[in-house]
């Protein structure tokens, strides 16, 4: 099984900003202990990759699992944007970023870029995960990422799909492809 984890909260994440890989700031509070409350979510785990984000690295971490780094799972690139607070990004930003999978904010990715990084990332786990449970610690789009490339669907999904900080979302992984088995799960949190 893949198992595509999102790391804690942070400060910025509570603010509402939109966070890619320019701010790199740490886990606020309720974010560490969302990151210690999925270690039992993941235990047991053959492997765990973590983004190289700060965020999504310290989540690892609390696993009590050794981590890899690889770069293909940070945060899509904001570029000019990152750390704008959403509700002050333009109407016309918004519409046209929806429309077209093409488009990248000033400086920044695309949604096609994001998938054309991760697709790859995924795949170069997907045998591993086929008979072992392999942890990925990131962020919202490449989770959105992987969740189209399991569906077999455009990057666009991603407009229809929304994601919480310290979410699990489960693919399984077989001859036959990968398929979803779940999405967004965020039992293990309660109580904190």
């Not at 309720?30 to 039992?40: D, K, N, P, T, V």
């Not at 969740?147 to 669907?153: D, F, N, T």
């Not at 900080?165 to 799960?185: C, E, F, K, W």
Request: aromatic share 4%.
């Amino acid at each position: 099984m893949l198992i595509v984890v999102r790391h804690g909260r942070t400060e910025a994440n509570a603010s509402g900003l939109l966070l890619g890989r320019r701010l790199d700031p740490e886990l606020d509070d309720l974010g560490r202990r969302q990151a210690h409350a999925l270690a039992a979510v993941v235990a047991g785990a053959a492997r765990v990759v973590s983004s190289p984000l700060r965020r999504a690295r310290d989540t690892a971490a609390a696993l009590g699992l050794p981590v890899e780094v690889d770069d293909r799972w940070a945060e899509i690139d904001y570029g000019e944007l990152d750390g704008t607070p959403m509700a002050e990004v333009e109407p016309a930003t918004w519409a046209r970023w929806r429309a077209d999978v093409a488009f990248a904010p000033p400086g920044g990715e695309s949604l096609r870029d994001l998938a054309d990084r991760i697709r790859p990332a995924c795949e170069d786990l997907a045998e591993e995960a086929m008979a072992h449970d392999v942890v990925v610690v990131t962020h919202v789009s490449p989770i959105k990422a992987t969740v189209a490339w399991a569906l077999g669907v455009t990057p666009d999904v991603s407009w229809r799909m929304w994601c919480a900080p310290a979410s699990v979302t489960r693919v399984a992984v077989s001859a036959r492809g990968p398929s979803l088995h779940g999405y967004n799960d965020l039992s293990h949190l309660h109580g904190l």
